[in-house]
């Protein structure tokens, strides 16, 4: 499966910004879907991740009533509608299929796109 994220940009902080990721090839059918992060000189990190067919979501603490994520399952895509953003959230956003049953772990990368949240 090949991702492909979008909706990345330049923002103010407490602005919001939506992301995307979209599916191709053939009809997404793993276990979920989730989003990373990776800020300069630091490692990629969990944000957030919902499963496919029940819809459950997990949450880092760092975003937690500030991110929301959801799928679009005839669109074989993942949204990240990210609120009140703050400078630390700067970072490549990654989307990723997930490896079976684990919610903060992934399998299958997209590039990444770039979130700058300026304060």
């Known amino acids: 499966v090949q991702l492909v994220e979008s909706g990345g940009g330049l923002v103010q902080a407490g602005g919001s910004l939506k992301l995307s990721c979209a599916a191709s090839g053939r009809t997404f059918s793993g276990y979920g879907m989730g989003w990373f992060r990776q800020a300069p000189g630091k490692e990629r990190v969990f944000v957030a991740a919902?499963?496919?067919?029940?819809?459950?979501?997990k949450f880092a603490d760092s975003v937690k009533g500030r991110f929301t994520i959801s799928r679009d399952r005839a669109k074989n895509t993942m949204y990240l509608q990210m609120n009140s953003l703050k400078f630390e959230d700067t970072a490549v956003y990654y989307c990723a299929a997930l490896t079976p049953g684990r919610l903060t772990t992934g399998e299958y990368w997209g590039q990444g796109t770039q979130v700058t949240v300026s304060s």
């Open positions: 919902i499963t496919w067919i029940v819809g459950v979501t």
